[in-house]
């Protein structure tokens, strides 16, 4: 079956809007990014005694990676509810109300008090808010995309739908540096104490550039003129659902090992660098992690970029392939305790085998649905995805550790198996790049 297009014949937006959709898609998604990937270093690193000190060590980095995963869980709700009202009132409408959500409650995350000052009822707070920020990012990534996508030349749709991608990457820049820039100045003990609270809230100066930015785009002409004809779907999740639940499956296939080889790297590989390979190596992993999210800036458009030139398929396939390959070299290296080498896992891994995935993800999930149901199709496989590849993944690689006395390979095969269901969704999954005679009609028309 072939994969509904995106009408290279709709009107395009002048360049100006273009830019500033491309703008407001990055930036709006890196606000949204730094608050989730924040809990995920956060999780990792310090939430444990904070919120679980009754545990023991493991216990406690166990308890805070099950929060963490509530995030991922709420996900597909998230996701099917955003769908639901993007692909019937706008995507503009929704993602202002998801930027909203998401940065009110990580604010509430600074202010919350510890198990030390209220007891159980401190971690039951904390999961909550998580439940609230994950809603809220399965509600972003769908209409921040869509809004690249559906106002893109069809030539270029890989390229702009990596913009939102690569806002992820300067999400986890803004949460690492953050984090690691509090940590040092004040110090582990003043850190612990209170500090921890000063990233958590900086969220809200953030939310409130990510709102002027994002308050300035519409939504695009093709769903506009979808709009006016009164083609909206009464019941899109559904009806995609039903019509299309075999596009849906191959988000999700392809959404499993891309989600977990990112938390693996900048979540689990976190605490198993502190826990089996160096007591100080906290520094260490943070400081890779900064470094391939940098990069990650240019990667990830290149990799969209490329995708536009040889198609989506083959380029996901390609990153899905070099994960399940490269999971246990990576294990290797960071195994030396060398920085560099554990910074070339991290920049192989996440740079070449991550973004090779993601940067292509964004135009590859649109294509594969009509505009009516496009929102809830792209969002509801993407956040069960989420999910499955990368909501437990923490909690799945901590306790294969466990299991294993320390030793990685049983968490590298399982990120492995995951990364193989990838390359089979992408294979499955039509080829939706649009085709040269289309490209080459699109031209024509801009040259007139």
């Known amino acids: 079956m072939s994969a509904p297009s995106l009408s290279p014949s709709t009107p395009p937006p002048v360049p100006t809007s273009r830019r500033r959709v491309a703008l407001a898609s990055f930036v709006g998604t890196a ?16 939430l444990g005694p904070l919120f679980f000190p009754d545990a023991s060590a493991a216990g406690g980095v166990l308890a805070a990676f099950a929060t963490y995963a509530v995030g991922f869980l709420a996900r597909p709700l998230g996701g099917a509810l955003a769908g639901h009202l993007g692909d019937r009132i706008g995507r503009k409408a929704v993602l202002v ?17 510890t198990y030390s000052t209220i007891g159980v009822a401190a971690p039951i707070l904390l999961t909550t808010l998580r439940l609230l920020q994950g809603l809220s990012a399965g509600s972003e990534w769908g209409g921040a995309v869509l809004l690249a996508v559906e106002h893109a030349p069809a030539r270029r749709r890989g390229l702009y739908g990596a913009f939102p991608q690569t806002g992820s990457a300067a999400g986890m820049i803004l949460a690492t540096s953050t984090y690691a820039t509090v940590h ?100 260490l992993g943070l400081a890779a992690t900064l470094i391939a999210s940098v990069l990650g800036l240019a990667s990830t458009p290149f990799w969209g970029w490329l995708s536009d030139r040889l198609g989506r398929r083959r380029v996901y396939i390609f990153g899905a392939l070099f994960t399940a390959v490269f999971t246990a070299p990576a294990f290797a290296l960071i195994d030396t305790g060398s920085g560099v080498l554990i910074t070339l896992a991290f920049v192989l891994g996440i740079n070449v085998g991550h973004d090779s995935q993601y940067g292509p993800q964004g135009a590859f999930f649109a294509e594969l649905f009509p505009t009516n149901m496009r929102y809830s199709g792209a969002s509801v496989g993407y956040a069960v995805g989420a999910v499955l590849g990368g909501g437990i993944t923490p909690l799945v690689a901590a306790t294969l550790l466990t299991t ?42 801009v040259s007139r």
């Open 184 to 283: 040092g100045l004040l110090g582990t003990a003043d850190f612990l104490a209170w500090g921890w609270r000063i990233p958590f809230l900086l969220s809200a100066v953030l939310v409130v550039i990510g709102l002027i930015v994002r308050l300035a785009v519409n939504d695009s002409a093709e769903f506009v003129a979808l709009r006016a004809r009164g083609e909206t779907l009464r019941s899109p999740v559904r009806e995609v659902l039903r019509s299309h639940w075999r596009e849906v499956l191959y988000a999700v296939l392809m959404r499993l090992g891309q989600n977990a080889i990112y938390t693996l790297y900048t979540v689990f590989a976190l605490t198993y660098i502190v826990s089996e390979v160096r007591s100080d190596g906290a520094d």
């Open 97 to 113: 109300g998801s930027l909203l959500v998401m940065g009110l409650s990580t604010t509430a995350i600074g202010l919350l008090p």
């Open 404 to 445: 294993s006395g320390g030793d990685p390979w049983l968490v590298a095969g399982y990120l492995a198996v995951l990364s193989l269901l990838s390359a089979l969704g992408a294979f499955l999954a039509p080829e939706t790049r649009p085709s040269r005679d289309e490209r080459s009609a699109e031209l024509q028309e």
């Open 31 to 46: 606000v949204e990014w730094y608050d989730f990937y924040l809990y995920g270093t956060a999780s990792a690193l310090i």
